[in-house]
């Protein structure tokens, strides 16, 4: 990339199987002017090998493909890029593999039969460093854990009134500078509070930390 506009483009990648699906994600993303360019792979091991040259700045990552999966694709690559950020690609029934995937790092879910316009809102905010939900599946995982009680292992985190402002606004899927005017504070300053609340739920994310939020019930959504 040559030039300050060109380079702040985002770059994105899709990892799928299905390759009518990628071709036609690919050619709408590409008519966005946030996106400089889209890359594709087939499958959780093109995509391993593609990582060694192309680093985006999302990942479209489908859970169910031949050879390596979506969760084992996930879990691998973080741990050689732990920065990259990895938002699931979920069909309607996927919901046994949320909790998977959620372990694994993602950073949040969309639904591949979304309205193109939440596309183009979850691939900003989720490049942005924030989590990101698709409505249905934030109420899919809010259902899925509320007839159960928090367990009995887990320890029970004791959070300041702020970090209960932070945590409620993370769970409505706003950015760091959007939690920060909410509250009137820095966006430093809510960084700070989201690092402590990572730390103190044992968390490994943002995502993670929703949905410890949700089991718990320490929000309502």
């Known amino acids: ?33 946030e996106i400089g360019c889209v890359w594709e792979a087939s ?18 990552m489908d859970i169910e493909m031949p050879k390596i999966n979506g969760i084992e694709a996930t879990t691998k690559a973080l741990e050689i890029y732990p920065e990259l950020k990895i938002m699931a690609l979920s069909m309607y029934g996927d919901e046994e593999y949320f909790q998977k995937m959620i372990d694994a790092g993602v950073c949040g879910f969309l639904l591949k ?8 809102k979850a691939i900003l905010t989720a490049s ?12 899919r995982l809010v259902n899925r854990f509320k007839t159960k009680q928090p367990q009995n292992n887990e320890p029970i985190v004791t959070l ?3 970090e209960l402002e932070v ?3 993370i769970c409505k899927g706003l950015s760091n500078q959007e ?3 909410n509250l009137f504070i820095s966006k430093r300053t809510v960084d700070h509070h989201r690092a402590s609340l990572v730390t103190k739920t044992n968390t490994r994310n943002t995502a993670s930390l929703v949905i410890y939020a949700i089991k718990n019930k320490m929000v309502e959504i």
């Open 113 to 120: 039969n979304s309205e193109f316009s939440e596309v183009k």
């Open 128 to 139: 942005q460093g924030s989590n990101y939900f698709t409505e249905e599946i934030l109420y």
């Open 160 to 162: 300041s009134d702020r």
């Open 167 to 169: 945590l409620k606004l």
């Open 1 to 33: 990339f040559k030039g300050d506009h060109v380079s702040q483009k985002k770059k994105i990648l899709i990892v799928d199987d299905h390759k009518l699906f990628r071709e036609g994600l690919k050619i709408l993303l590409m008519n966005l002017e």
């Open 179 to 181: 939690r920060a005017d």
């Open 43 to 60: 499958d959780g091991e093109i995509f391993l090998n593609m990582l060694k040259n192309h680093v985006p700045d999302l990942v479209l």
